[in-house]
């Protein structure tokens, strides 16, 4: 069970929530957001009474939440979340792309990628100062200097950015510069790096790991927003299977499931989920009649020299048909764009 303070709540009303909860023998989760305390009560709560916690004061509401994720659950919350970054918004009825390279590699090359992008209807510029490799000697990303083009091209096109963080102790360096912070497939489940970021108020973008179920990923999400970050954004990018012909193979079915699992925003990202610039317009059509929130989608101006996931990432002009179709079908779709 969970019960939900008002805003308005104090720490002298939340206090007596708590003893009472321990009085009656349970083990208590606080979470104090910006905006209103959750407090999540562990163990077997099927002979608590709801209505016993509810004629407290500073409660608003107590909610048994049948799913093991309890905040990311739409049972906690039947609405959409609709995160609010720099005026894009993402999630409701909005439909977001975000687009850039994999990497940033130069200043030039970001800025002529974020001017390309920005110019076809883009709302949000993706590139990775840090970058999570397979091998030791790849390219491993520009760091700081990294983020401090991304800004430049912030000034210069409006668009808000998206990067990722690697590591628990680069949140507040990353955070500092970013408007969102990325997770990669690869630390979904680095737990210490959730609560990370689940205690900074820049929303988060959370990939899915290559082999994890959808629990999993709501699981993961579960970290941030019980440590007070409740921005979260989450992200379809493939999944490993058999198939070697794709890099992942995209699964379209998370889409309308998450939407029907959790009130969260979720993005496809068809650029990792297929591995090949070819099939990349193709699935992120899927991705938005699926439900899709948003596409995040690899732009390269010279994929053939990219120094990562040139063979995944679309020349400028082929992302501009593909936004024009884009536009085409969202009504479809009953989506903003
Ligand atoms: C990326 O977005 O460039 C990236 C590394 O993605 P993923 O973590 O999904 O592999
Ligand atoms: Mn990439």
């Not at 800025?111 to 390219?139: C, D, M, N, Q």
């Not at 999400?221 to 989450?234: D, F, H, K, P, T």
């Not at 990018?237 to 009130?263: C, E, M, S, Y």
Request: net charge neutral; aromatic share 6%; with cysteine.
């Amino acid at each position: 069970m969970i019960i939900i303070m008002k805003p308005s709540a104090t720490s002298a009303e939340v206090d007596s929530v708590v003893h009472r909860i321990r009085d009656l023998g349970q083990d208590v989760h606080l979470s104090a957001g910006e905006a209103r305390t959750i407090i999540g009560i562990l163990g077997d709560t099927q002979r608590l009474n709801r209505n016993s916690f509810e004629v407290m004061a500073g409660v608003e509401q107590a909610l048994r939440v049948s799913q093991p994720f309890k905040v990311a659950s739409r049972e906690f919350q039947a609405t959409d979340t609709v995160i609010d970054v720099r005026g894009v918004k993402i999630g409701g009825e909005h439909f977001v792309v975000m687009a850039g390279p994999c990497s940033v590699e130069s200043r030039s090359q970001l800025l002529e990628t974020a001017h390309a992008v920005k110019e076809a209807g883009a709302h949000i510029l993706r590139g990775g100062a840090f970058k999570p490799r397979s091998s030791p000697y790849s390219f491993q990303g520009l760091g700081e200097e990294g983020l401090e083009y991304l800004v430049e091209a912030r000034e210069q096109t409006g668009l808000p950015i998206i990067t990722e963080v690697l590591g628990a102790n680069e949140v507040p360096l990353v955070a500092q510069y970013t408007d969102i912070l990325q997770i990669g497939a690869r630390n979904m489940q680095n737990y210490r790096l959730l609560q990370a970021v689940g205690k900074v108020d820049t929303p988060v973008f959370l990939k899915r790991g290559m082999s994890s179920t959808l629990q999993d990923l709501l699981m993961a999400a579960e970290y941030i927003l019980a440590s007070g970050n409740y921005n979260v954004i989450l992200c379809e990018r493939g999944i490993r299977t058999f198939t070697r012909f794709t890099r992942n193979t995209f699964d379209i079915n998370a889409i309308p499931a998450l939407k029907q699992l959790t009130h969260l925003p979720v993005i496809a990202d068809p650029s990792h989920g297929t591995g090949k610039w070819d099939l990349v317009a193709a699935v992120a059509k899927a991705g938005l009649i699926a439900g899709a929130d948003g596409l995040m989608i690899e732009v390269h101006p010279h994929p053939a020299e990219a120094w990562s996931d040139g063979a995944q990432s679309l020349k400028p002009q082929r992302f501009a048909e593909l936004m024009c179709d884009l536009r085409a079908l969202a009504p479809l779709a009953h989506r903003l764009l």
